[in-house]
C-alpha cells in the first residue's frame, strides 16, 4: 500500500501512522502533495576550490561559496521535480548565503530570509523555524546548510544530507521533529527523468558527469516547439550550449553559430556566456512569440521569471546569428 494511503486511513481514525523506514522517491512525492511536511534543503552544488569559514555571511558574493554550473542544474531539476508532481509549496525559508537563495529561487521560488538558518552553532530561534507547522494543504521548503539538518534532524547524521539533497520532517508537537524521508541527487534525477549521472572522485569531493537538466526542463515545460527555421535552428543551438553550463560547448557555437566579430573574440564572449549562465540559470521555453526566417521570438522561463529570447540571423549567412539576446517585455513589445 502506497505511503500517501496510509496517511489517509490514519488521520480518518484518528491516529499516526507509524514508519518503520524512511520514505523514499515516488511515494514521498505522493506523501508531500497532501501537506504537512517541512523539507530541509541543503543549498545545491557548489564550488569547493573556494574556502569560506563555517557560519559567516560576506556581503559581497564574490566572498562567499556559489552555486557551480552542476549546482544550478540541480536546483532547476528540483524545481521541475516539485512541479511534475504537484507537491504544494507555502512558505519558503532560506539561509541568507547566495548559495541557498538561489538554490530556493530556482526550485520553488523568492525565499524569506532567515538568518537563523546559517548561524553556526544553532540556536533556539533556529529550531523553531525548523519545528513550526506548515499551512494546512501545503509544505515548507527551507534552504539551508548541513549542520542544521545534522542538529536539529533525529537520525542525521554528519555526512547523511550532501549537497542538493534533503531530508523531509513533520513537526512531532514537542518543539522537534520527525524525520520521514530523504531526497538524495540521485532520488532527483530519477524523479526528473534524466538519465543517471556516473559517480567518480576528485580531491575528496563527490562529482558527476555533466546532467541532461535541458532535456528534463523542456520536457516538464510548456508543449513548445521551436521553429525549424534557421533563426529557430540557431535558438535551439544557442540554448542546449546555455543550459549545458560546459565553456568548451559555448565556444564551440560561438565560433560556429555566431558572426565573428573582432572587437569581441571567442574569449571575451565566453565571459559574457558565463555572467549570463549565473544570472539565469537554466533557460525553458514555454511559447514562440513570433517567427520568420530571419528572426525568432521565444517566451522563456528562468529562476521562475518569464523572459524573451530573440535571435536573429545574419543577412549575408542564415547559418550564423548576428544577435542572439534575452531580454524583458516593454509596454507589450521585446
Same mark, same amino acid.
Given at each position: %500500500?502506497?505511503? &500517501? ?5 490514519? %488521520? ?17 512525492? =505522493? #506523501? ?26 560576506? +556581503? ?17 531539476? %528540483? ?13 519558503? +525559508? ?36 525548523? #519545528? ?20 536539529? +534532524?533525529?537520525?542525521? =547524521? ?35 527523468? +534524466? ?20 532535456? #528534463?526542463?523542456?520536457?516538464? @515545460? ?19 550550449? &546555455? ?12 565560433? @560556429? ?34 517567427? @520568420? ?27 550564423? #546569428? ?13
Amino acid at each position: %500500500m502506497q505511503l &500517501f494511503v496510509v496517511l489517509a486511513l490514519a %488521520m480518518q481514525a484518528g491516529t499516526e501512522p507509524a514508519l518503520s523506514a524512511e520514505v523514499r522517491g515516488e511515494d514521498l512525492m =505522493k #506523501a508531500l502533495q497532501s501537506g504537512g511536511y517541512t523539507i530541509l534543503l541543503r543549498h545545491a552544488r557548489t564550488d569547493w576550490s573556494f574556502k569560506e569559514e563555517v557560519g559567516s555571511v560576506p +556581503v559581497e558574493r564574490s566572498a562567499q561559496r556559489n552555486l557551480s554550473a552542476d549546482g544550478v542544474r540541480d536546483a532547476a531539476l %528540483m524545481g521541475v521535480v516539485l512541479r511534475r508532481y504537484k507537491v504544494p509549496i507555502g512558505e519558503i +525559508v532560506s539561509s541568507p548565503m547566495f548559495r541557498a537563495r538561489e538554490t530556493a529561487e530556482y526550485a520553488a521560488g523568492t525565499p524569506a530570509i532567515s538568518m537563523a538558518l546559517r548561524v553556526f552553532p544553532t540556536t533556539d530561534e533556529t529550531a523553531a523555524i525548523v #519545528a513550526a507547522a506548515p499551512k494546512p494543504g501545503t509544505n515548507r521548503l527551507l534552504v539551508t546548510h548541513h549542520f542544521v539538518i545534522e542538529k536539529l +534532524v533525529p537520525g542525521i =547524521k554528519p555526512g547523511d544530507v550532501g549537497e542538493s539533497e534533503a531530508a523531509v520532517v513533520r513537526p512531532s508537537g514537542d518543539g522537534k521533529v520527525a524525520l520521514v524521508g530523504r531526497i538524495t541527487l540521485g532520488d532527483w534525477e530519477r524523479l526528473a527523468g +534524466v538519465p543517471q549521472s556516473v559517480p567518480t572522485k576528485q580531491g575528496g569531493q563527490p562529482v558527476t558527469l555533466p546532467l541532461a537538466a535541458a532535456d #528534463a526542463l523542456n520536457k516538464e @515545460s510548456s508543449p513548445a516547439t521551436i521553429p525549424d527555421t534557421p533563426a529557430g535552428q540557431l535558438a535551439r543551438r544557442y540554448i542546449e550550449a &546555455f543550459n549545458s553550463g560546459d565553456p568548451v560547448k559555448a565556444g564551440a557555437f560561438i565560433e @560556429s553559430s555566431l558572426v565573428p566579430n573582432p572587437d569581441r573574440p571567442t574569449e571575451a564572449r565566453l565571459e559574457s556566456w558565463a555572467r549570463s549562465v549565473q544570472d539565469f540559470g537554466p533557460l525553458t521555453v514555454i511559447g514562440v512569440r513570433s517567427s @520568420s526566417p530571419e528572426q525568432v521570438v521565444l517566451d522563456i522561463r528562468a529562476q521562475n521569471r518569464d523572459y524573451v529570447l530573440i535571435a536573429k540571423t545574419s543577412p549575408d549567412d542564415r547559418t550564423r #546569428a548576428a544577435s542572439i539576446t534575452i531580454g524583458t517585455l516593454q509596454a507589450g513589445h521585446p
